[in-house]
Protein backbone atom coordinates (compact mmCIF):
# COMPACT_ATOMS: atom_id res chain seq x y z
CA UNK A 1 0.00 0.00 0.00
CA UNK A 2 1.09 3.37 -1.05
CA UNK A 3 2.36 5.41 2.12
CA UNK A 4 3.01 9.48 1.86
CA UNK A 5 5.08 10.88 4.19
CA UNK A 6 5.26 14.65 4.96
CA UNK A 7 8.13 16.39 6.91
CA UNK A 8 7.99 18.60 8.85
CA UNK A 9 4.68 17.82 10.44
CA UNK A 10 4.53 21.39 11.47
CA UNK A 11 6.91 24.62 10.83
CA UNK A 12 7.32 27.77 12.06
CA UNK A 13 9.25 31.17 9.92
CA UNK A 14 10.11 34.18 10.21
CA UNK A 15 8.30 36.82 7.43
CA UNK A 16 10.95 36.80 4.47
CA UNK A 17 12.37 33.31 4.96
CA UNK A 18 12.82 30.72 2.70
CA UNK A 19 11.33 27.53 3.31
CA UNK A 20 10.94 23.75 1.41
CA UNK A 21 8.56 21.31 2.34
CA UNK A 22 9.39 17.24 2.01
CA UNK A 23 7.02 14.71 0.72
CA UNK A 24 8.15 11.38 -0.17
CA UNK A 25 6.50 7.75 -1.21
CA UNK A 26 6.98 4.38 -0.31
CA UNK A 27 5.94 3.65 -4.13
CA UNK A 28 7.34 5.68 -6.21
CA UNK A 29 5.12 4.44 -9.43
CA UNK A 30 2.75 7.48 -9.37
CA UNK A 31 1.95 9.08 -12.21
CA UNK A 32 1.43 12.83 -10.98
CA UNK A 33 2.22 14.90 -8.23
CA UNK A 34 -0.05 17.80 -7.05
CA UNK A 35 0.48 20.21 -4.16
CA UNK A 36 -2.44 22.00 -2.04
CA UNK A 37 -3.09 24.02 0.26
CA UNK A 38 -5.80 24.21 3.04
CA UNK A 39 -6.86 26.72 5.26
CA UNK A 40 -8.72 26.22 8.46
CA UNK A 41 -12.26 24.89 8.00
CA UNK A 42 -11.93 25.30 3.80
CA UNK A 43 -11.42 22.60 1.17
CA UNK A 44 -7.95 22.62 -0.63
CA UNK A 45 -6.80 24.84 -2.85
CA UNK A 46 -4.73 23.41 -5.43
CA UNK A 47 -1.08 25.25 -5.85
CA UNK A 48 0.76 22.98 -8.63
CA UNK A 49 0.57 19.40 -10.75
CA UNK A 50 3.67 18.01 -11.66
CA UNK A 51 2.39 15.56 -14.99
CA UNK A 52 4.39 12.28 -15.15
CA UNK A 53 6.59 13.92 -18.05
CA UNK A 54 7.57 17.16 -16.00
CA UNK A 55 9.84 17.44 -13.35
CA UNK A 56 9.17 20.08 -11.98
CA UNK A 57 6.28 23.54 -11.92
CA UNK A 58 6.86 26.81 -10.85
CA UNK A 59 3.97 29.54 -9.83
CA UNK A 60 5.16 32.52 -8.25
CA UNK A 61 6.90 32.03 -5.44
CA UNK A 62 6.47 28.45 -5.35
CA UNK A 63 8.75 25.79 -6.92
CA UNK A 64 7.35 22.06 -6.85
CA UNK A 65 10.18 19.45 -7.99
CA UNK A 66 9.41 15.56 -8.68
CA UNK A 67 11.92 12.80 -8.51
CA UNK A 68 10.25 9.96 -9.33
CA UNK A 69 13.25 7.59 -9.04
CA UNK A 70 13.06 8.23 -5.13
CA UNK A 71 9.65 8.72 -4.83
CA UNK A 72 10.51 12.17 -3.24
CA UNK A 73 8.79 15.55 -4.21
CA UNK A 74 9.74 19.30 -2.57
CA UNK A 75 7.80 22.48 -2.44
CA UNK A 76 10.08 25.47 -1.97
CA UNK A 77 8.07 28.84 -1.07
CA UNK A 78 10.73 31.61 -1.36
CA UNK A 79 9.90 35.15 0.53
CA UNK A 80 7.49 33.54 2.66
CA UNK A 81 4.84 36.25 3.91
CA UNK A 82 2.05 35.89 6.78
CA UNK A 83 -0.58 34.79 4.16
CA UNK A 84 1.14 31.86 3.37
CA UNK A 85 0.36 30.71 6.78
CA UNK A 86 -2.19 27.40 5.94
CA UNK A 87 -1.58 23.41 5.96
CA UNK A 88 0.37 21.86 2.96
CA UNK A 89 -1.18 18.69 1.18
CA UNK A 90 1.17 16.70 -1.29
CA UNK A 91 -0.88 13.90 -3.50
CA UNK A 92 0.31 11.12 -5.74
CA UNK A 93 -1.37 9.35 -8.24
CA UNK A 94 -1.13 6.07 -8.70
CA UNK A 95 -4.21 4.01 -8.81
CA UNK A 96 -5.80 6.55 -6.63
CA UNK A 97 -5.23 9.32 -5.52
CA UNK A 98 -2.39 9.65 -2.12
CA UNK A 99 -2.18 12.03 -0.14
CA UNK A 100 -0.10 13.06 2.69
CA UNK A 101 -1.04 13.56 6.41
CA UNK A 102 0.46 18.14 5.95
CA UNK A 103 2.64 20.20 7.33
CA UNK A 104 1.23 22.53 8.99
CA UNK A 105 3.12 26.13 8.26
CA UNK A 106 3.08 29.41 10.22
CA UNK A 107 4.80 32.66 8.60
CA UNK A 108 5.14 34.74 11.65
CA UNK A 109 5.40 38.47 10.60
CA UNK B 1 -20.33 25.37 -12.96
CA UNK B 2 -16.51 27.47 -12.10
CA UNK B 3 -15.71 25.31 -9.65
CA UNK B 4 -17.00 22.36 -7.05
CA UNK B 5 -20.27 22.76 -5.07
CA UNK B 6 -20.77 21.02 -2.07
CA UNK B 7 -23.94 21.51 0.10
CA UNK B 8 -24.41 22.00 2.70
CA UNK B 9 -21.92 23.43 3.60
CA UNK B 10 -22.44 22.41 7.34
CA UNK B 11 -25.12 19.43 8.75
CA UNK B 12 -25.88 18.87 12.20
CA UNK B 13 -27.85 15.64 12.74
CA UNK B 14 -29.25 13.37 15.39
CA UNK B 15 -27.67 9.98 16.15
CA UNK B 16 -29.52 7.28 14.15
CA UNK B 17 -30.74 9.94 11.44
CA UNK B 18 -29.96 9.55 7.80
CA UNK B 19 -28.00 12.41 5.87
CA UNK B 20 -27.62 13.19 2.38
CA UNK B 21 -24.34 15.35 1.01
CA UNK B 22 -24.45 16.50 -2.52
CA UNK B 23 -21.68 17.53 -4.74
CA UNK B 24 -21.63 19.19 -8.33
CA UNK B 25 -18.20 18.93 -10.10
CA UNK B 26 -16.66 21.39 -12.36
CA UNK B 27 -19.09 20.86 -15.85
CA UNK B 28 -16.91 18.34 -18.33
CA UNK B 29 -14.88 16.56 -15.51
CA UNK B 30 -15.46 12.83 -15.67
CA UNK B 31 -14.07 11.87 -12.85
CA UNK B 32 -15.39 12.65 -9.29
CA UNK B 33 -14.34 11.82 -5.60
CA UNK B 34 -15.44 11.52 -2.11
CA UNK B 35 -12.84 12.38 0.55
CA UNK B 36 -13.80 12.07 4.39
CA UNK B 37 -11.31 14.35 6.85
CA UNK B 38 -11.69 14.05 10.59
CA UNK B 39 -11.06 16.50 13.41
CA UNK B 40 -6.88 16.74 12.97
CA UNK B 41 -6.95 14.21 10.40
CA UNK B 42 -5.65 13.39 7.03
CA UNK B 43 -7.87 12.55 4.14
CA UNK B 44 -9.65 9.38 3.47
CA UNK B 45 -10.45 8.09 0.51
CA UNK B 46 -13.94 6.70 0.12
CA UNK B 47 -15.27 6.55 -3.21
CA UNK B 48 -14.21 7.36 -6.95
CA UNK B 49 -16.39 7.56 -10.19
CA UNK B 50 -15.81 7.37 -13.89
CA UNK B 51 -19.03 8.64 -15.49
CA UNK B 52 -21.88 7.39 -13.31
CA UNK B 53 -19.69 4.17 -12.36
CA UNK B 54 -17.65 3.32 -9.53
CA UNK B 55 -14.59 1.21 -10.22
CA UNK B 56 -13.32 2.00 -6.44
CA UNK B 57 -15.52 1.63 -3.62
CA UNK B 58 -12.88 0.50 -1.16
CA UNK B 59 -12.89 3.27 0.86
CA UNK B 60 -16.38 3.08 1.91
CA UNK B 61 -16.47 2.53 6.19
CA UNK B 62 -19.39 0.23 6.54
CA UNK B 63 -22.66 -0.36 4.34
CA UNK B 64 -24.03 2.25 6.31
CA UNK B 65 -22.37 4.66 3.44
CA UNK B 66 -23.61 4.47 -0.23
CA UNK B 67 -23.18 7.17 -3.07
CA UNK B 68 -24.23 7.74 -6.48
CA UNK B 69 -23.80 9.74 -9.47
CA UNK B 70 -26.27 10.50 -12.19
CA UNK B 71 -25.96 12.47 -15.36
CA UNK B 72 -22.34 11.74 -15.42
CA UNK B 73 -22.59 15.22 -12.91
CA UNK B 74 -24.36 15.49 -9.73
CA UNK B 75 -23.13 12.70 -7.00
CA UNK B 76 -24.66 12.13 -3.06
CA UNK B 77 -23.85 10.96 -0.76
CA UNK B 78 -25.86 9.06 1.53
CA UNK B 79 -25.09 7.91 5.51
CA UNK B 80 -27.37 6.17 7.25
CA UNK B 81 -28.27 5.95 10.66
CA UNK B 82 -25.48 8.35 11.47
CA UNK B 83 -23.03 7.79 14.38
CA UNK B 84 -21.20 9.89 16.49
CA UNK B 85 -17.58 8.68 14.40
CA UNK B 86 -19.25 9.89 11.02
CA UNK B 87 -18.40 13.55 12.30
CA UNK B 88 -15.81 14.73 9.83
CA UNK B 89 -15.78 17.08 6.87
CA UNK B 90 -16.57 15.46 3.61
CA UNK B 91 -14.81 17.14 0.60
CA UNK B 92 -16.02 16.15 -2.67
CA UNK B 93 -13.12 16.49 -5.21
CA UNK B 94 -13.11 16.15 -9.86
CA UNK B 95 -10.38 16.16 -12.33
CA UNK B 96 -10.96 16.02 -16.01
CA UNK B 97 -9.81 12.75 -16.61
CA UNK B 98 -10.08 9.09 -15.11
CA UNK B 99 -7.39 7.97 -13.01
CA UNK B 100 -4.16 6.53 -14.95
CA UNK B 101 -4.85 9.70 -17.19
CA UNK B 102 -5.63 12.42 -14.69
CA UNK B 103 -5.27 15.88 -14.80
CA UNK B 104 -5.38 18.51 -11.61
CA UNK B 105 -7.57 17.57 -8.71
CA UNK B 106 -10.02 20.33 -7.79
CA UNK B 107 -11.79 20.59 -4.43
CA UNK B 108 -14.65 21.70 -3.00
CA UNK B 109 -14.80 23.63 0.17
CA UNK B 110 -16.60 20.39 1.92
CA UNK B 111 -19.61 19.65 4.08
CA UNK B 112 -19.31 19.67 7.98
CA UNK B 113 -21.47 16.89 9.19
CA UNK B 114 -21.89 16.60 13.27
CA UNK B 115 -23.29 13.95 14.68
CA UNK B 116 -24.84 14.34 18.04
Known amino acids: KQEVTQIPAALSVPEGENLVLNCSFT??????LQWFRQDPGKGLTSLLL?????REQTSGRLNASLDKSSGRSTLYIAASQPGDSATYLC????????FGTGTSLTVIP | GAGVSQSPSNKVTEKGKDVELRCDPI?????LYWYRQSLGQGLEFLIY????????KSGLPSDRFSAERTGGSVSTLTIQRTQQEDSAVYLCASSLHSLGNTGELFFGEGSRLTVL
Open chain 1, 91 to 98: AGVGNQFY
Open chain 1, 27 to 32: DSAIYN
Open chain 2, 27 to 31: SGHTA
Open chain 1, 50 to 54: IQSSQ
Open chain 2, 49 to 56: FQGNSAPD
